[in-house]
C-alpha cells in the first residue's frame, strides 16, 4: 500500500508562509520544465472521460510535431500539471502552451454552448535542475490526485503519466528514454522512489519554485542558468513585473 502523504494537511499553511515575488518566465534548452495551467476562478477544465482524451490528444500531436519531450504529466478536474524538454528549440513550450489552452478551449465552449475564458491567465514554469529535482518532480507531478485524496495510490489514477513511468502500461506519451535518468533508474526502483512519498518541505519548495516561475534547483544551478542568461534570478523584494527570457545555445 502506498503510504499517506503527509503534504495535505499543513503545505497550503507553509506556503503563504514561504511566500516569494514572481519572476518572468526562463526557458532554456534541452531541460526539462515543470508547467502548471489552472481553470478560471478553479473552475473545472474536465468533467467528463471525452474531455480528458481530447486534452491528450493535442498533447501528443503537438509535442511530437514541435519535438517536444514529455517527462510527465497529470490532469486533474481544473488544473494540469506538464514535465516537458523543448528539445534546441526554445520557442518550442510557449508554442505548443498556446495550442493545448486553445483547443480545450474551443472544444469545451463548443461542448457547454458558452465563450470566455476556460484558463486562469497564463501558465507558470520553473526549470528543473536535471540531477537533484528531476525525479522529484516526476513524483511531485503523479503523486497529485493521492494528495487531492481522489485515490489511494497513484496506478488507481488514470490520467496521469504514472502508469507509463512505473511501468504498468505500455508507453504512449512518455518518451524514457529521451532522458537517461528516467530511464536509468527501471521500473521497480521508480514505484519505490514514488511509494516513498515527497516530503513537506520538498512539495512546499518545487510548489514555491514553481508558482514564482523562478528555477527548481540548488544554488549552483541557479547561478549557472544566471550566468548563461545575465538574469539576476535570486529571491528579491516585490517589484514590477519581468519580462519573459529564452535562453539559447
Known amino acids: 500500500m502506498l503510504p499517506t502523504c503527509p503534504i495535505v494537511c499543513n503545505l497550503e499553511t507553509k506556503q503563504k508562509e514561504f511566500a516569494m515575488p514572481r519572476i518572468g518566465r526562463v526557458v532554456a534548452p534541452n531541460m526539462p520544465h515543470h508547467i502548471v ?48 524538454d523543448p528539445g534546441d528549440n526554445v520557442k518550442s513550450i510557449g508554442l505548443l502552451m498556446k495550442r493545448l489552452a486553445g483547443r480545450q478551449t474551443r472544444y469545451v465552449n463548443k461542448q457547454e454552448h458558452r465563450t470566455g475564458s476556460l484558463w486562469e491567465g497564463r501558465y507558470k514554469m520553473s526549470i528543473v535542475e536535471s540531477d537533484s529535482y528531476f525525479l522529484q518532480c516526476c513524483r511531485y507531478i503523479e503523486l497529485n490526485p493521492v494528495k487531492a485524496k481522489m485515490v489511494a495510490q497513484p496506478e488507481h489514477y488514470r490520467w496521469s503519466s504514472y502508469q507509463e513511468n512505473a511501468g504498468l502500461s505500455p508507453p504512449q506519451i512518455i518518451d524514457r528514454t ?58 528579491k523584494r516585490p517589484g514590477r513585473p519581468a519580462k519573459e527570457h529564452k535562453i539559447t545555445n
Open 178 to 235: 529521451a532522458f537517461k535518468k528516467l530511464n536509468d533508474i527501471g521500473f521497480n526502483h521508480y514505484r519505490e522512489f514514488v511509494a516513498k512519498g515527497s516530503s513537506i518541505s520538498e512539495a512546499i519548495f518545487i510548489s514555491q519554485m514553481l508558482e514564482s516561475n523562478r528555477l527548481t534547483g540548488k544554488a549552483p544551478f541557479v547561478e549557472e542558468i544566471e550566468l548563461r542568461t545575465g538574469i539576476r534570478l535570486e529571491f
Open 37 to 84: 495551467q489552472r481553470g478560471h476562478n478553479k473552475n473545472a477544465i474536465f468533467v467528463e472521460n471525452a474531455d480528458y482524451s481530447y486534452y491528450l490528444n493535442t498533447l501528443v500531436k503537438w509535442t511530437r510535431l514541435l519535438s517536444v519531450n514529455v517527462y510527465a504529466w497529470c490532469l486533474m478536474t481544473n488544473h494540469v500539471h506538464l514535465l516537458l
